[in-house]
C-alpha cells in the first residue's frame, strides 16, 4: 500500500510534523456508523433514544467497495455492518437446512421453487414472532441471518437467563434493553402512572425501539415492523429488510376528561407498498424499521457469489429446446411467431397477471348461461 510522503521540515517545525500526523491518522479512520444520541431513560432504566419517523431527508447511501484486484470483486458492494457477530449463532436456537427442501422440493419431490440448489451450509435461526414472555431482555449481540435478509438480536431475559432471537431493529445495538408488553402492562409501570392508565404518559414508557406492543398501544403515526394481524398469533408483515409500515388510525372516542379510549376492534395500517390494511388492535408490533435497511442496494458481484446463497441461474425459454419451452427449438432467434407463454404454456403478459378479477372474461358467454338461456324460452313458450 503506498504510504503518504512527507516534505522535510526544520527542526523547529517538529510540532508541526506531529499534528500533521496525528490529523491524517484521525482522517484514515472509517467512521460507518454515526454517533446515537441518548435520550430519557426507559423503563428498564437504560439510556436509550426513543425511535421516531423516519427523516425526510435523502441519506447518502453507505456501501463498502473493494479495489478490483479480481474481476469478482470489481462490481461487489456490500452494506457497512461492521456491527455484527463474528462468531457462530446461538446452536441451540438453530437446527441444520438440509433435504430436499433445500433445493426447492416438496415433501413428495417435486421442484416447487425454481432456480434453487447448492449453495454454502445453513442453520435456521428460530426467531421468536410473538414474543409473549413480559419483562426487560437485555440485546447480547446482533447477528447475521443466512435465512433472511433482516438482521437478528439474540435476546437474554434479565429474570432467568433464557436466550431468543428476534429481528433487530434499525441502529439496535448490544446493550440495549427491550421489553414485550404484549402479556400486559407491568404492576410497576401502573403504579408509576398513579394506577391510572394515561395513553399519552403510557406511550412514552413503551415506545421504544425494539420493544413489542398491541396495537392499542402504539400512538398513530408511530413507524412499526414485524406487524401481526390476529391477536394470538405472530408477526406477519414488514419483516424483511429496510421494511416497516404506519399507523393511520384508530377508532377511539374522547372522553370528558380528554383522555381518548379505544372502542373498535380493529386498526388501520397503512404498509410500505401503499396498501391499507385492518388488523386486530390485540395483534403485536415492535416500534422501529426492520434492520439491514441498506440491503437493496447490495451487487453480488459475481456468478459464484449467488450459487453461494442457493440460487442457481435463470435461462431464457428461448435459449432452450423445443421440448423444454414453448419459445425453444429453431432455427436462429425465434419462437415461432408464438405470445410470450411461461414454460406452462400459460400467457405471461396482455394483462392475464395484472387485469382485476372482475374484468376477466367479463364479456365471455359461457356455456352454462347459454343453456339457462334456452331454458328460460321453453318455458316462455
Not at 75 to 90: C, E, Q, T, V
Not at 336 to 365: C, H, I, L, M, Y
Request: positive net charge; hydrophobic residues 30%; contains cysteine.
Amino acid at each position: 500500500m503506498l504510504q503518504p510522503r512527507f516534505r522535510p521540515l526544520a527542526a523547529g517545525a517538529a510540532s508541526l510534523s506531529s499534528l500533521c500526523q496525528s490529523t491524517l491518522r484521525l482522517n484514515a479512520i472509517r467512521l460507518y456508523s454515526a454517533a446515537v444520541q441518548t435520550g430519557a431513560k426507559n423503563v428498564a432504566g437504560e439510556d436509550s433514544p426513543r425511535f421516531g419517523a423516519p427523516s425526510a431527508e435523502i441519506e447518502a447511501v453507505k456501501m463498502r467497495t473493494y479495489k478490483p484486484r479480481t474481476p469478482g470483486v470489481r462490481h461487489l458492494k456490500r452494506p457497512i455492518n461492521d456491527h455484527l457477530w463474528k462468531g457462530r449463532p446461538y446452536l441451540p436456537l438453530t437446527f441444520p437446512k438440509k433435504g430436499h427442501g433445500k433445493g426447492g422440493r416438496n415433501n413428495s419431490g417435486r421442484i416447487t421453487i425454481r432456480h434453487r440448489g447448492g449453495g454454502a451450509k445453513r442453520r435456521i435461526r428460530t426467531v421468536d414472532f410473538k414474543r409473549w414472555t413480559p419483562g426487560p431482555h437485555t440485546v447480547d449481540r446482533i447477528e447475521y441471518d443466512p435465512g433472511r435478509s433482516a438482521h437478528i438480536a439474540l435476546l437474554t431475559e434479565q429474570a432467568t437467563g433464557k436466550k431468543s432471537y428476534m429481528v433487530a431493529a434499525e441502529g439496535m445495538r448490544a446493550g440495549d434493553v427491550v421489553q414485550s408488553y404484549r402479556a400486559g402492562i407491568p404492576q410497576d409501570l401502573l403504579e408509576s402512572m398513579g394506577g391510572v392508565i394515561d395513553p399519552g404518559i403510557l406511550a412514552a414508557k413503551t415506545a421504544w425501539r425494539g420493544n413489542c406492543l398491541p396495537m392499542h398501544m402504539i400512538p398513530v403515526g408511530t413507524v412499526i415492523y414485524n406487524v401481526g394481524s390476529r391477536p394470538d398469533g405472530g408477526a406477519v408483515f414488514c419483516r424483511s429488510a429496510g421494511t416497516y409500515a404506519t399507523i393511520i388510525s384508530k377508532e377511539e372516542e374522547t372522553r370528558d376528561d380528554g383522555t381518548k379510549v379505544m372502542t373498535g376492534k380493529n386498526v388501520i395500517v397503512r404498509l410500505q407498498s401503499g396498501e391499507i390494511r385492518k388488523v386486530s388492535k390485540d395483534a403485536c408490533a415492535t416500534i422501529g424499521v426492520a434492520s439491514n435497511i441498506m440491503h437493496q442496494y447490495r451487487q453480488l458481484g459475481k456468478a459464484g457469489r449467488s450459487r453461494w446463497l442457493n440460487i442457481r441461474p435463470t435461462v431464457r425459454g428461448l435459449a432452450m429446446n423445443a421440448n423444454d419451452h414453448p419459445h425453444g427449438g429453431g432455427r436462429g432467434k425465434s419462437k415461432g411467431n408464438r405470445n410470450p407463454v411461461s414454460p406452462w404454456g400459460q400467457p405471461a403478459k396482455g394483462g392475464f397477471k395484472t387485469r382485476k378479477k372482475s374484468n376477466e372474461n367479463k364479456w365471455v358467454v359461457t356455456p352454462r348461461v347459454r343453456n339457462m338461456g334456452k331454458r328460460r324460452d321453453k318455458n316462455v313458450a
